[in-house]
């Protein structure tokens, strides 16, 4: 074997690594996101909340992740990435054991909006991160990696949840050293949080960062380890773009006649878009979903489990494809997916047949093609727009807009997570589950022509020429 492609695989390799660090952020935004799901009703009868309070103990974080989002762009501008990932490693470490503690619904609800802030930023932090740091080659599936990363977090805290509770009897009762189950389960997320701080000590600055803040040796050190050979082209290459701008402002994401510039109306666009399709109702709500057709507790949450698995492996097909067959391609074979498995489950839901209380219960095959359908759309979800747009995120904008664009677009798409993890409950309520899906059927529908009339290939293309 040559020494070029020993260094070359060297390269990969440490890439790999320093993108797997920046991605546990990725892995605590959905370990934490997901966390609550197995204690919902075990916190709000510990603290006798209403189900207006406890439907805010969820969604709350949601907001602050907004927040995480928004200010995180110019945290990283200024300090570096590495600094900001410390940051939210600090912020996720304090809720996990804040939430754990809590003695009433309203500090509770302060440490789980501390968490959300943790989570915006990495949400933002690492997909820009690993787009700085990758090889135009490897980019696709490495920006993939903060939504393995995701995914992986869900499903390991809806894991961890049924083991504490299954272990326990229920989430309300005992566990270790006689503490309640729901507390522990908060209280998983702790190890990981402090690993993801000593992870991010460990790995370089990014190399366009270093450039804007004239540490080239540094950059040039950072850079030879990724590309290797002579990377004084890239470095010039980087200052040229760099040169072109000063500190990024908001202001930079305006057009001449004072409008947002339409790659950022884009951003946003993708990432509504990625919401508006109803995926965290699946996640948030699953369980208490699967109970309302007749499902017992321990089958919803065995269900929920199958669904997370499906969705980790999905991802894993998005990552092998991405850089392969390109972004659009798979954007558009998704949604055409989850227009068609939405619409399906819409149809058998609004058609359900309803018991005394009004819930609708599903019958033989009803029952049995509901449960395909929803992993068939999380199977379409989970290998273009869950992966996908975090690759377009991290890599669509040039150099001099990026952070402050991700930050926009990303704090978009908490509150659009928002408005449907809220819209949810009501809507099951007053208008049933047939009309919430039918919903989301039509935000499917809208996305494939968003992605036929608005989006461009972006595989393959360096940073530089964006």
Wanted: hydrophobic letters at 55%; proline letters at 3%; a positive charge.
């Amino acid at each position: 074997m040559s020494t070029t492609t020993t260094r070359r695989k060297t390269n990969t390799y440490y890439v790999i690594l320093i993108a797997g660090a920046a991605a546990l952020g990725g892995f605590l935004f959905g370990f934490d996101t997901a966390v609550i799901n197995g204690a919902v009703l075990a916190l709000s009868k510990a603290f006798s909340a209403s189900s207006w309070l406890t439907g805010l103990a969820v969604s709350l974080a949601l907001l602050g992740s907004a927040v995480g989002a928004f200010f995180a762009g110019q945290i990283a501008d200024r300090y570096g990435r590495v600094k900001a990932m410390v940051v939210a490693s600090v912020l996720f470490t304090l809720s996990a054991i804040g939430s754990g503690i809590a003695f009433g619904i309203w500090d509770f609800i302060f440490w789980r909006v501390l968490g959300g802030i943790a989570v915006g930023a990495a949400s933002v932090i690492a997909p820009a991160y690993i787009a700085e740091c990758s090889p135009s080659q490897l980019r696709g599936r490495l920006g993939s990696l903060q939504q393995l990363a995701i995914v992986v977090g869900i499903f390991i805290a809806l894991l961890s949840d049924y083991f504490i509770a299954v272990s326990a009897g229920s989430a309300e009762s005992p566990f270790l050293f006689g503490i309640a189950a729901w507390r522990w389960m908060f209280w998983t997320e702790i190890p990981p949080a402090v690993f993801y701080g000593m992870a991010a000590l460990a790995i370089p600055e990014s190399p366009r960062y270093l450039v804007a803040k004239g540490r080239e040796p540094e950059a040039a050190n950072v850079l030879t380890k990724i590309l290797g050979g002579n990377v004084l082209a890239k470095i010039e290459e980087i200052r040229l773009t760099v040169l072109r701008e000063r500190q990024p402002q908001f202001s930079d994401l305006l057009g001449r006649n004072g409008g947002l510039l339409p790659i950022v109306w884009i951003g946003i666009g993708l990432s509504v878009l990625q919401q508006l399709v109803g995926i965290n109702v699946i996640f948030y709500y699953s369980s208490v979903l699967w109970r309302a057709v007749g499902f017992s507790e321990k089958n919803s949450l065995t269900i929920t489990v199958i669904t997370g698995a499906v969705n980790i492996i999905t991802t894993l097909i998005a990552i092998a494809f991405v850089d392969k067959f390109g972004r659009k391609p798979l954007l558009i074979l998704g949604s055409i997916g989850m227009t068609v498995t939405l619409g399906t489950m819409a149809f058998i839901f609004g058609h359900a047949q309803l018991d005394a209380a009004g819930n609708p219960t599903l019958s033989g095959s009803a029952g049995v093609m509901a449960l395909i359908a929803a992993n068939l759309y999380v199977f379409c979800f989970g290998f273009s727009w869950g992966p996908v747009v975090w690759v377009l995120l991290g890599e669509m904008f040039n150099n001099k807009i990026r952070a402050a664009a991700l930050s926009v677009a990303a704090a978009m798409q908490w509150v659009a997570n928002f408005v449907v993890s809220t819209t949810f409950p009501p809507i099951l309520q007053y208008f049933g589950l047939g009309t919430a899906y039918g919903l989301y059927t039509i935000a499917a529908a809208t996305s494939l022509f968003f992605v036929l009339f608005f989006i461009r290939e972006t595989k393959g293309m360096e940073l530089e020429h964006m």
